[in-house]
Structure formats: structure tokens, C-alpha cells
């Protein structure tokens, strides 16, 4: 039998799934609060994969897409450990906001320090008692502040166990994203690990289509690593489109947008992407893309500040096919019937 795994103070045995909750800092009301860990540990050697959500407390989808990758009867096959961790920033999460009560970024405090602020406590406690033993990771995001992100996977492709990984996650556009300082990618990159980031919807929503891509990609990269068993027969997928860097297109004048570009779009260099407006009418501006690309994010409120972050392109190279790849992946057969579906070896 495999070594049981540990966590805080809880033992999981080979071929057994449990729920710990690891103690992080009460509320000032003397409420106690934990950092919910589950924890599958396969009864046949494999991987050790963390999957993350939640960082920023209102980027709920992918608490989501673990609740439905838990639920998969699938990983009664698993080799290796799943641990999962479906709301990280707790504290977030219950106000709605990205942020802890101390105003930081979790995902830009790490690796943090057991006796620094509370988000540095909950960053180190995270990379001590969960990160620190797995062999793999993905964490799960959202856009922010009313944006919303066409699916992605951010990665360092220079490294091929993670560029293999971004690859068999499944979604429509990878992107090579440089290491943020204070982020988990790059903590767990300095430990040695793979790791890809998976974005895709908006804050303090459910997207569908986000969520079944979120799912199946994850099962994807646990096929291709060795933890679920390989799909039987053909693979049914498209080719994504590789970016190798992505520009912010910001708006010039404070003002309305009567109209704008969808996600997904492609865009040559100098297209109109948006118009932004004056709500007296008096004054107009067509804000145009400074690069060829596809968008990727864009902001859904219709009123923006000069200088608000509007859209955000992926740039590509002409030869990308773009059109190609966005009807493959709008028409690619997700799941149709909710959070009840399951995956077979054929699928």
C-alpha cells in the first residue's frame, strides 16, 4: 500500500477521500476560519496535481469546476493524489471582493511568511502544507473589476513538461505569460513543478461554456500526466492558437461604448475594436487595435475612464488561424446536460 499523505494535522490513506480544514487566522468576531483542502488519494502510485480556485475571492468559476471534477466517478481510477482546493482567499470569498481583509493581492504575496501580514501567513501556509508535496499544478481564474476572459491557459512554454500540459488542457488560445513577481506560478516554478494557469468568464459569475472547458481540460492534463487512464479511439479537438504576448488597449477619452468587438474576435492591426463616446454626442472616438490578434478579454460596463483597460489581445502571427480555431471551439460538443455529465474512456 502507498504511504498515506498528509496535511496539517490529517492523514489520508491509499485508496480513501477526505475533507481537512486547515485552521488560518479567526475573524476579529472570534469566528474560526479554515482553508477547506480535499483530498483524493489513489490507491496506485501516480502524480501528486493541486488544483486551485479562487485566489481572488470573486472568482468564483472555478470553485465550480472542482465541485463538478470532484463529483466525477471517474477518479474512483485514479493514480496518484487529487488534492483540490476549491476557495483559497475564504476571506474574499464570503465578502465578494478579490482581495483580503488586509487589502493585499494573494497573488501577488507569495511565497509570504508564516509571521507577515495575513495574506502572507495564507500564502505561506498554502505553499507549506499543500504546494510543497505535489508534483503538478492548476489554478483557476476569472476576470476581474466587470472583465471577462475568453478561456485561456497562461504558461511558461519554455519548459516542455508545462507547455505538454498547456497543450492537452484543451482551450482556444495559449499564452507564453511571463512569471508575475509575488504570483503561486512563480512560487511553484522556483520549487521545480509544472504548473499552468487556466482563465476563462468574469467575476462573480458562472459561465457555462467556462466552466465544461474548465472541467474536461483538467481531466485532459490528468490523462496526459498519468493519472487517469488514456481516451479510447480519436480525440476530438482543435488546434490553439499560440500567443506569445498579449497588449491592453486602453480607452482615450472618458465616455460610453456604444459599440465594441466580441471576445474571440480577430483583429488586424488598426481595426476598430470599440468607439467611445461622449453621452452628449458631442464627441466620438474610434479606439483601433495596435496589433493582429484575437481578443481575449474585454470590459463588459459600458463606461469607462480615459485611460481604462478596455481589451486585451493576444498577439499572433499572420499565418494563425484564427477564425478556424474560434468555430471549432463555439461548436465543440461540451457536455450539454449541466453539472451532471460524466467522462468515459471514450470521451
Sequence with gaps: MRDPVRIGNASVSAGQRRTIDLPI??????????????????KKDGPRLFVSA???????????????????????RLHGTLVAIPIVNVYGYVSHTRY???????????????KGSLAGRLA?????EIVSGCTHGIDLHSGSNHRQNLPQVRASLDDPDTARMARSFGAPVIIESKMR?????????????PMLVYEAGEALRFNETSINLGVRGIVSVM????????????????????????????????????????????VEKGDAVAVV?????????????????????????????AGDAMFNIASLDNTSDVEGTMEAFDNFP???NGPDYEFSDED
Excluded: C
Aim: charged letters at 25%.
Design 25 to 42: 487566522a479567526k475573524l476579529y468576531t472570534h469566528t474560526d476560519m479554515t482553508l477547506p483542502v480535499h483530498v483524493i488519494h489513489g
Design 223 to 266: 490523462r496526459e500526466i498519468g493519472m487517469l487512464p488514456r481516451r479510447k479511439g480519436k480525440t476530438e479537438t482543435f488546434e490553439p492558437l499560440i500567443a506569445m504576448s498579449t497588449t491592453w488597449v486602453r480607452a482615450p477619452i472618458s465616455g460610453i461604448l456604444p459599440w465594441r468587438r466580441p471576445l474571440g474576435a480577430q
Design 334 to 336: 461540451f457536455p450539454q
Design 277 to 305: 463616446a461622449d453621452p452628449f454626442g458631442e464627441e466620438e472616438t474610434t479606439v483601433r487595435s495596435p496589433v493582429h490578434g484575437v481578443v481575449i478579454g474585454r470590459l463588459n460596463l459600458p463606461m469607462v475612464h
Design 100 to 114: 483580503l481583509p488586509d487589502r493585499r493581492d494573494l497573488n501577488r504575496s507569495f511565497p509570504g511568511s508564516e
Design 124 to 128: 505561506h501556509l498554502f505553499l507549506d
Design 54 to 76: 479562487t485566489i481572488h475571492g470573486d472568482e468564483i468559476n472555478g470553485s465550480e469546476i472542482i465541485r463538478r471534477l470532484l463529483r466525477l466517478k471517474l477518479l474512483n
Design 181 to 193: 513577481d509575488g504570483s503561486l506560478r512563480e512560487a511553484v516554478r522556483e520549487m521545480g513543478s
